[in-house]
């Protein structure tokens, strides 16, 4: 049972919005930033998303993060084949004194 | 461009210690957080400690009892023991760099099996 809670599995066409969201607590999400990565099949997860909304190098413009409260987003504006993957959020967490993950999200691209 | 490889056996009996160890290129171990995290089989992420060169560490409480955790800067190398283990710690076991929950870079993983 993961700390933090996603929808085991999201899908859309090339042409929607698709979100994943991570629900989280007071200790977490509430009090710290969220990271969000990426596992595409067989391959070892890849920082997607960090300080709730900032993009590293690389990443496309068609992934963002989004923060309130004790919840965070990640939107994927028309997705691709080659992002059928693994979502996973992470925060920190002060009670834990430690990152927490969430579950993981299965995106299917139609 | 920093590049973690994990390394260690695959195949661990029931009560015995898991061993891996971690080899860092292109950067050195001298700067980072370091951690171990691990993926059951269709599971989600759990971290498991992490570790500055300078010896500030911290485990997860689930599995404190149990971790032990070095840092080798002459090899530019940092390990992990997992003690008395059972099959619920069959696992990809990977690790990374990083603090908070921001790990940037990551080893491809280590599927350890316990099974006798």
């Known amino acids: 049972q993961s700390v933090l809670t996603q929808p085991p599995s999201a899908s859309g066409t090339p042409g929607q919005r698709v979100t994943i969201s991570c629900s989280g607590s007071g200790s977490n999400i509430g009090s710290n930033s969220v990271n969000w990565y990426q596992q595409l099949p067989g391959t070892a997860p890849k920082l997607l998303i960090y300080s709730n909304n900032q993009r590293p190098s690389g990443v496309p413009d068609r992934f963002s993060g989004s923060k309130s409260g004790t919840s965070a987003s990640l939107a994927i504006s028309g997705p691709q084949s080659e992002d059928e993957a693994d979502y996973s959020c992470a925060a920190w967490d002060d009670s834990l004194n430690g990152p927490v993950f969430g579950g993981g999200t299965k995106l299917t691209v139609l | 461009q920093v590049q973690l490889q994990e390394s260690g056996p695959g195949l661990v009996k029931p009560s015995e210690t898991l061993s891996l160890t971690c080899t860092v290129s292109?950067?050195?171990?001298?700067?980072?957080?370091w951690s171990w995290i691990r993926q059951p089989p269709g599971k989600g992420l759990e971290w498991i400690r992490y570790m500055y060169y300078t010896g500030t560490t911290n485990s997860n409480p689930s599995l404190k009892s149990r971790v032990s955790m070095s840092i080798d800067t002459s090899k530019n190398q940092f390990s992990l023991k997992l003690s008395s283990v059972t099959a619920a710690d069959t696992a990809v076991y990977y690790c990374?760099?990083?603090?908070?929950?921001?790990?940037?870079?990551w080893g491809q993983g280590v599927l350890v099996t316990v099974s006798s």
């Open positions: 990374a760099s990083g603090y908070d929950s921001l790990f940037q870079y």
């Open positions: 292109g950067g050195s171990i001298n700067s980072y957080y």
